[in-house]
């Protein structure tokens, strides 16, 4: 499809695992935003990249959590050492220039037990 | 920090009813958002407000922007039962870059 497209749709993992959630932006588009949102903090900026400068990551909550973006497209969030805190929807968009709308995925709904 | 701040929360209505969503916003900002979320979906796009009395229409919806009182409302007119759904807004800092900073989010439910 045209959209933004997210992987896996819902992830259930173990505390202290590491996850891997995959980004496949709409094509062409440059910017690629992570959030996550949560029944207790809403809806939270993760991390930001435009292009090939280099990535905001002042939304990220720890170190446990790093993302990339490889070759200006896919994007991998990571979160090592998961903790029960970390269950979320974690959403992807990506815009076609940072100046225009974000458009989102359906997002990964992921749960620590 | 910038602060964004929707009122109200909770919105339940009667259909034909009109209402206003309020969006504050603590910091300079020269971009805001509408989305909608239906529940167990992904954020839907509904405006973009890029100027101080911008105003956008699309439907029932009309969105609003002063930039001087950091102030965007989402106007509902007639309201019809598909429209219940949850509204942010959301806010473009001017100093850090696109991130977005969100509402709380304004949880709509029209009753037939």
């Known amino acids: 499809g045209a959209g933004v497209s997210q992987s896996p749709s819902n992830k259930v993992t173990e505390k202290g695992k590491d996850v891997e959630l995959r980004c496949d932006p709409i094509?062409?588009?440059?910017?690629l935003y992570w959030y996550r949102q949560s029944l207790g903090q809403g809806l939270e900026f993760l991390i930001y990249f435009q292009g090939n400068s280099a990535p905001d990551k002042s939304g990220l909550p720890s170190d446990r959590f790093s993302a990339e973006r490889t070759g200006g497209s896919v994007s991998t969030l990571t979160i090592q050492r998961t903790q029960q805190e970390d269950s979320a929807v974690y959403l992807c968009?990506?815009?076609?220039?940072?100046?225009?709308?974000?458009?989102f995925g359906d997002g990964t709904r992921l749960s620590i037990l | 920090e910038l602060k964004v701040e929707q009122n109200p929360l909770f919105l339940s209505m009667q259909e034909g009813k009109n209402y206003t969503i309020y969006c504050n916003y603590s910091t300079t900002s020269d971009r805001l958002y509408w989305y909608r979320q239906d529940p167990g979906k992904s954020l839907e796009s509904l405006f973009v407000l890029l100027s101080n009395g911008a105003v956008k229409q699309e439907g029932r919806l009309m969105a609003s922007l002063d930039t001087k009182a950091r102030l965007s409302t989402l106007h509902i007119t007639a309201a019809v039962h598909d429209l219940s759904a949850t509204y942010f807004c959301a806010v473009v800092e001017e100093t850090s870059g696109s991130r977005l900073t969100f509402g709380e989010g304004t949880q709509l439910t029209v009753n037939p």
């Open positions: 094509s062409g588009h440059t910017a």
């Open positions: 968009a990506s815009s076609l220039l940072s100046t225009q709308p974000q458009h």
